[in-house]
Every structure is written in structure tokens, then in C-alpha cells.
């Protein structure tokens, strides 16, 4: 049996590794900003980072409290029309209206959350799903107030920030770079705190947890509302970066497409999350004509993810690379 | 008067479609405990398949038919042999994944193959137009309608009277029993599976001359069945078949006469409001755990 000292210095060397791996984030960010020109690859990494931002959410969400939630594109759509239409409608400035496309996120996904989350897995699934699609039939029926698919949103201010316009991919991957650094770090607190261990506890066994006086219902409650909050600000960014849209970008795809980010990279840590919004997003730019075989794709991937490496694709690779190096070390 | 009815008629016709989608799912669920989110995906499937064999192939439409529900039955046992039964993690959760990632693929085939068009299936013909009082029974109404009669009959015999209905049950109730008995749980899940695709894939072939077939309707069927057997009670058969024909009901009246742009939101707004409120519907056995 392990000492307790020894337990206590492995965890808390666990969280200082993944602190370490935020500056190396940061570092990376950096050095990416200062060096890459080409607009086109600064684009894919600022949506990367976008989505990376709500794909944390869902890895809060889904790996770690275990509720699978198929309708998290409705919070995307909340922050970007609250954003949208705070700066467009309002005047408000932008990081005014991208608070308060967050916290109307989160607060939305508080009142969604304590109904849908007394349902288990399978009606969990099917609530959500059925949620975000009604979500989604609302923003495209309402006209008036999103534009609805067409038009939709036109000619959104870029963000900015006082004087600085972030009108560029440019200037805004520093936004989302340091945004998606403050996200990490908050997630990786949340995660080695209290209340990611009591979700660890939940996710295995509810009962239990709750018989180790774990407030079952509150933490469920809670990580729901923080994944809608953490999506309704990818959207507010979302929406920022790309000044028009219409609702056809908030349907189950993207609820999918988010689903699959979590399961690509892996269920088990929240870099899994990052992995798999940058796979996810710059996969698509590899394949000539992508989207005619897009859904094809995500399903023999999610298929195969599913069936063979149920903790995501990245932690299997992991684990099959453990392995190989521990034989490889007792030769 | 003659409104309202047809109105009535229109939504029982489509509610025929979601009784057989939602008795896909309680078939499944019944024998296997999955829930089997590609269940829209087989009816899809079904008129897709149909739809262009006839459009691009000119097959005569009875062959095209038959044709489409063999091919989706096989899907449907595919999803059982090489997705359920292979996958690694053998939960719920597990088995709710490995269905919606075969759900991707199963709509990721079809729009490859079958083409991103909205595609019709001829009206079947044979029965005839029939008008009574100002109502009309169109011939493709009444072919939705006897093909849910005949199926539930045929479902019933099978569950009730024959031998291998009889070893179904028994492996629903428990398996290790049956497995005992000398019934092959594997073997049970798969007849299941390629059950729930057979049924689907007709009710797609059924509602593809009247409202087309097209490789994203596999969401909206999945959901609108899954709400049917909820409605009607989650894994009875019985209540599968009411509960898509209330659905169907409900919409069309809703759709006819309050708005029919959220026509798709009431089956789904029907849905949530069971699963939060009256999760074991109106011939439940099956009460879903609160936590």
C-alpha cells in the first residue's frame, strides 16, 4: 500500500505536469503567432481554437462527468446570435457583448440542465438531441430576430477591443490563442480540484459517489452549465471571426462534430479535447471535396473509435505506445 | 368537417410510418437492451435505396422495394455482428455510442451513393384512389396503412405463436437462462436487429412517393419513432404502434391548424416532455431510472 505522502505527490506532480503543458501551450501559441504569415493556416487555427474552447466544455461534460450530451450546437447558437445582436442591435462593444453571450449561454444551459440531467444515458442522448434540434428549428424560424438561414447575420463587426480592430486572422488568433490558454488553465484547475474528482467518482458509479457525499445533482448541474457557458463564448468568437452567418451552422452536425472531437482525442484528459478540435477542423482541408464525403468520414471514424478504443482514439494510441516501450524496457 | 378529417387522415397515414420506425427500436431494445439510435437511419435507408434503384437503374418499383429491404436488413444484422457484438465496452453508454457513430455512417453511405437529391418513389398503384363524404384515401395511404396491419399481425404471430418468437422472449427476459436453453443470445440480437431494418426499411419505401427520400431524413425519423415508443410505452409493441399513430396525429392536427413551420418541433417537443415527465408513456413496463 502506497503511502499516503506518495499518493498525495503523485497527484499533485499530475497537476503541475499539465500546468507545465499550458505554458507549452502558450509558448507554442506564441511562437505560431510570430512566425506563421499565410492567413490560411492562421484561419484554420483560429476555428481550431474556437472549437477547441467548446470541445473543452463537452470534455468536462462528457469525459469527465460522463453525460453525453448531443445538442451542445444550441449554446453555440446562443452565444453567437447574443453577441451578435448585443453588438449589431445594442451597440454594445464587443467584449461586453462576449460576456454576456457566456453567461446568457451558461444561464440557459443552468435551466436546461436540471431537467435533462435526471435522465440517463440513452434518454439523455435522445433529450439532448431532441433539445439541440428544436434549438435549432427555433433559430431558423425566428427571422426576425436571428435572420434565420436566410440571410441570417450580416455584417458583424469584427471584434475589437477599444482601439484595436481584430479584423484579420492575424490579429485574431492572439485573441483566441489567449482566450483558449485561460479556458485550459481553468479546466485543468477544475479538473485536479474537489469537484473533478467527485466527477470522476460520478462518472463511474453515481451511487457511490453520492455515498461518498458527493452532491450528485449540484456537480452534474454545475459542469452542464459551465460546458454551455464555455460554448456559448466559442460561439460569441465564432461569430466575431466570421461577421456572417445563418442558423444552418448550429444544427446536429455540429453537435456531432463536437461529440466526435471528445472521442477522437480522448476521453479521459482535456488535451484529448484539443487534439481532437484540431483533427476535427483541419482534417476537412486534407481531402479534396470534403464535404460530400464529410458525414462518411465522421462515421467510419466514430464507428471505428466506438467499437475498438471507447476511451478515444488518442488515449488508444497512448496506451498501445505504453505498452510497446514497457516491453521494450523489461527486455 | 371534411378538413378536419383529412387533416386526421394525413397524420394517422405518417403516423403508420412512425409506428414502424418506433417498432424497430422496441424490438431492439426488447431483445437486446440497446437503444439503437441508426433506427432512422433503416428507414431512410429503405426509400433511399428504393428511390434511386428506380430513378437511376429504372428498376420496376415492386423489385426495387424488395431489393432496398433486403439491403437494409443486411445493414441492420451488420450493425449487430460488427458494431454491437465487437464493441469493446459493453455498457450502455458503449453501445448508445457505437449506434450513433453507424448512424453517421449509415447517412455517410447514402449521400455518397445515392446522391445529395430528394428523390421520389413512384406512387405504388394497384389499390385505388378512394373518396368517401369529401374525404380522400389516396392508393399510397391505404398501401401505409395495410402494411401496419399486416406487419403487427405478422409481429404478433411471430411473437406469440412461433418457436423463435417464443426464444426472443425468452432471451429478452433473461439471457443466461435462455443461453441455457439452448438459445443463442448473438443469434437473437441479430434476428432483432435485422427485424427492426426490415420494418424500417418498408416504412421508408412506403412514405418515399409521398414525401420523398433523402439522406438527412434518417434524424427526424429516428427521433420522431423514438418519441412513438415512448409515448406508447418504451418496449411495448402495442404501444409502438399507438403511440406513432398519436404522434402522427398530433402533428399533422397541429401542423393544419396552429403553425406548420415547427411541425418537426412538436414530436420533439412531445419527446422531451415524456422523457421529463411521463417517461414510462401509456403502456409502460419499462420506468426509467431517476437519479
Known amino acids: 500500500m502506497a503511502p499516503v505522502e506518495d499518493v498525495r505527490g503523485r497527484v499533485a506532480r499530475r497537476y503541475w505536469r499539465d500546468v507545465t503543458g499550458v505554458a507549452c501551450l502558450a509558448v507554442i501559441a506564441l511562437a505560431i503567432g510570430l512566425t506563421v504569415t499565410r492567413s490560411y493556416y492562421l484561419s484554420m487555427l483560429v476555428y481550431s481554437a474556437i472549437f477547441a474552447i467548446a470541445a473543452l466544455g463537452m470534455s468536462l461534460l462528457f469525459g469527465f462527468a460522463g453525460q453525453i450530451s448531443v445538442g451542445q450546437a444550441a449554446f453555440f447558437g446562443v452565444g453567437a446570435y447574443t453577441s451578435a445582436l448585443l453588438v449589431m442591435r445594442l451597440g454594445l462593444p464587443p467584449l461586453l457583448g462576449m460576456v454576456c453571450a457566456t453567461a446568457l449561454a451558461g444561464v440557459f444551459g443552468w435551466l436546461v440542465s436540471r431537467p435533462l440531467l435526471r435522465l440517463t444515458t440513452n434518454y439523455l442522448a435522445m433529450g439532448t438531441l431532441a433539445f439541440g434540434v428544436i434549438c435549432f428549428i427555433v433559430f431558423a424560424q425566428l427571422r426576425f430576430i436571428t435572420g434565420g438561414i436566410d440571410p441570417g447575420i450580416v455584417g458583424l463587426a469584427p471584434f475589437s477591443i477599444g482601439p484595436i480592430v481584430l479584423d484579420e486572422p492575424r490579429k485574431m488568433y492572439w485573441l483566441v490563442a489567449m482566450v483558449l490558454c485561460i479556458v485550459m488553465l481553468l479546466v485543468i484547475n477544475l479538473v485536479h480540484s474537489r469537484i473533478g474528482r467527485a466527477l470522476k467518482a460520478l462518472k463511474v458509479s453515481e451511487v457511490a459517489a453520492a455515498g461518498l457525499g458527493v452532491d450528485v445533482v449540484r456537480c452534474k448541474v454545475a459542469t452542464f452549465t459551465l460546458a454551455a457557458a464555455l460554448t456559448g463564448l466559442a460561439g460569441s468568437l465564432y461569430a466575431h471571426f466570421q461577421t456572417a452567418f445563418n442558423a444552418t451552422v448550429f444544427g446536429v452536425g455540429l453537435s456531432i462534430e463536437l461529440l466526435i472531437m471528445v472521442v477522437v482525442g480522448s476521453v479521459a484528459t482535456p488535451w484529448g479535447a484539443l487534439f481532437g478540435a484540431l483533427f476535427v477542423t483541419i482534417l476537412p482541408s486534407f481531402l479534396d471535396d470534403f464535404e460530400h464525403y464529410k458525414l462518411l468520414v465522421w462515421g467510419v471514424v466514430m464507428s471505428a473509435v466506438m467499437i475498438y478504443m471507447p476511451d478515444g482514439f488518442g488515449k488508444g494510441v497512448v496506451d498501445v505506445a505504453v505498452s510497446l516501450f514497457k516491453r521494450r524496457r523489461l527486455k | ?291
Open chain 2, 1 to 291: 368537417m371534411a378538413q378536419f378529417l383529412q387533416i386526421v387522415l394525413a397524420g394517422i397515414s405518417i403516423g403508420a410510418i412512425y409506428s414502424l420506425a418506433a417498432l424497430g427500436f422496441t424490438i431492439v431494445f426488447n431483445a437486446t437492451k440497446v437503444t439503437n439510435f441508426a433506427n432512422g437511419e433503416f428507414v431512410m435507408m429503405g426509400g433511399l435505396v428504393a428511390a434511386s434503384l428506380v430513378s437511376n437503374a429504372q428498376w420496376p418499383v415492386p423489385a426495387a422495394v424488395a431489393l432496398a429491404v433486403v439491403v437494409v436488413t443486411a445493414l441492420g444484422i451488420a450493425l449487430d455482428k460488427f458494431g454491437v457484438q465487437q464493441a469493446r465496452r459493453k455498457t450502455i453508454l458503449g453501445y448508445a455510442m457505437v449506434t450513433i457513430g453507424a448512424s453517421l455512417l449509415y447517412r455517410g453511405i447514402m449521400q455518397v451513393s445515392a446522391g445529395r437529391d430528394v428523390l421520389f418513389l413512384p406512387n405504388f398503384g394497384v389499390l385505388p384512389d378512394l373518396r368517401l363524404f369529401d374525404v380522400y384515401f389516396t392508393s399510397q395511404s391505404t398501401w401505409i396503412l395495410l402494411t401496419l396491419v399486416i406487419v403487427s399481425g405478422a409481429l404478433s404471430y411471430l411473437f406469440l405463436r412461433t418457436r423463435i418468437g417464443k426464444a426472443m422472449r425468452a432471451a429478452s427476459q433473461s439471457p443466461r437462462a435462455a443461453a441455457l436453453c439452448g438459445i443463442e443470445p448473438a443469434r437473437m440480437s441479430a434476428l432483432a436487429f435485422g427485424m427492426a431494418a426490415a420494418a424500417g426499411a418498408l416504412a421508408g419505401a412506403l412514405v418515399a412517393p409521398v414525401g420523398g427520400a433523402f439522406f438527412e431524413y434518417g434524424l427526424g425519423f429516428g427521433l420522431k419513432g423514438f418519441a412513438a415508443a415512448v409515448l406508447g410505452g418504451f418496449g411495448s409493441p402495442v404501444g409502438a404502434v399507438i403511440g406513432g399513430l398519436l404522434i402522427g396525429l398530433l402533428e399533422s392536427l397541429s401542423a393544419g391548424y396552429l403553425s406548420s413551420a415547427y411541425k418537426d418541433a412538436v414530436a420533439l417537443a412531445i419527446l422531451l416532455g415524456l422523457l421529463l415527465a411521463w417517461p414510462s408513456g401509456l403502456l409502460g413496463r419499462v420506468e426509467a431510472r431517476r437519479v
